[in-house]
């Protein structure tokens, strides 16, 4: 009997250890991955309340305070060749698809495009390309909308309201001087913003006879200037300027401006 004592007092020991560490690790920090046996969980943790509502496609609001909170705008331009190229601007958020599915963390996740009000592609950073295919894949429309959404797809709001802003396409075409897609012409935008080119200078590939369509706007005065074809143009601030010209040499040409001396972007012409 004395014996048999402490064998039951160690085994008390050690089922309370367990239950110790069991809990420690379910009221530990908040994990960037999917609970065993499950995916999309709704993490109830700290940030932000979980409400009853949803976004209107089935993701619970998950709602913080106004100041701080994660915010975005939507630009919407006709692709040269094919769609739309969507940009998204936020503000206080940052995009992190290496954890969508883990739980919500401040000011993380992803944005979910609607195209009228229904679902149409989740998107993992500022750029994306709308091909028409998918505009006709999804019955067509004109009103796109982009929301935020933490990494367990919950939605982001404030005031019981999605973290959203909205873009009307034949808008987007009308701005753009409603200019129809030439399989002849390849047309390059630019937008100089503090100091900084967007989209990133790159390389850009061009057929030798085709032609070329600058669209540059600054915020600040400056002169563009093609190399090569010496081309060169005014940018008055706030204006969007358009430069076009035949790629009639092959060479690698770079397009920078004068005044900030930015390289914009370089054309291959073969």
Same mark, same amino acid.
């Given at each position: 009997? %004395?014996? *048999? ?10 089922? *309370? ?12 920090? =908040?994990?960037?991955? @999917? &609970?065993?046996?499950?995916? @999309? *969980?709704?993490?109830?943790?700290? %940030? ?8 209107? %496609? $089935? ?58 009000? @229904? ?30 959404? =933490?990494?367990?797809?919950? *939605? ?15 808008? =987007? ?10 399989? %002849? ?10 100091? &900084?080119?967007?989209?990133?200078? $790159?390389?850009?590939?061009? &057929? ?22 010496? &081309? ?25 401006? @004068? ?12």
């Amino acid at each position: 009997m %004395n014996r *048999a004592r402490p064998a039951r007092t160690a085994l008390a020991l050690l089922t *309370a250890a367990v239950l110790a560490l069991g809990a420690g690790a379910c009221g530990g920090r =908040a994990t960037t991955h @999917h &609970k065993p046996g499950t995916s @999309h *969980a709704e993490d109830t943790g700290s %940030n932000g309340r979980l409400l009853k509502a949803d976004d209107g %496609n $089935g993701h619970r609001l998950r709602q913080v305070d106004a100041d701080g909170a994660p915010g975005v705008s939507v630009a919407v331009r006709p692709d040269s060749e094919d769609g739309w190229n969507v940009h998204l601007t936020v503000r206080d958020f940052r995009f992190t698809p290496d954890s969508v599915g883990g739980a919500a963390l401040a000011g993380r996740g992803h944005a979910q495009l609607f195209l009228d009000g @229904h679902p149409l592609a989740r998107v993992y950073g500022a750029w994306f390309h709308l091909p028409t295919s998918l505009l006709r894949a999804a019955g067509g429309g004109t009103r796109l909308t982009a929301g935020l959404y =933490a990494d367990d797809h919950t *939605a982001w709001a404030v005031g019981s309201t999605p973290v959203r802003a909205a873009a009307t396409l034949t808008e =987007a075409a009308a701005s753009a001087g409603a200019e129809q897609p030439d399989e %002849n012409t390849t047309t390059v935008d630019i937008t100089l913003k503090g100091g &900084k080119v967007s989209p990133a200078p $790159g390389r850009t590939e061009i &057929k030798k006879g085709r032609t070329v369509r600058l669209r540059v706007r600054s915020d600040r005065d400056d002169t563009l200037h093609v190399h090569g074809y010496d &081309k060169e143009a005014e940018l008055p601030a706030g204006r969007t300027v358009t430069v076009t010209f035949t790629a009639d040499r092959t060479g690698l040409f770079e397009v920078e401006t @004068h005044e900030s001396d930015l390289l914009l972007t370089q054309l291959a012409v073969r």
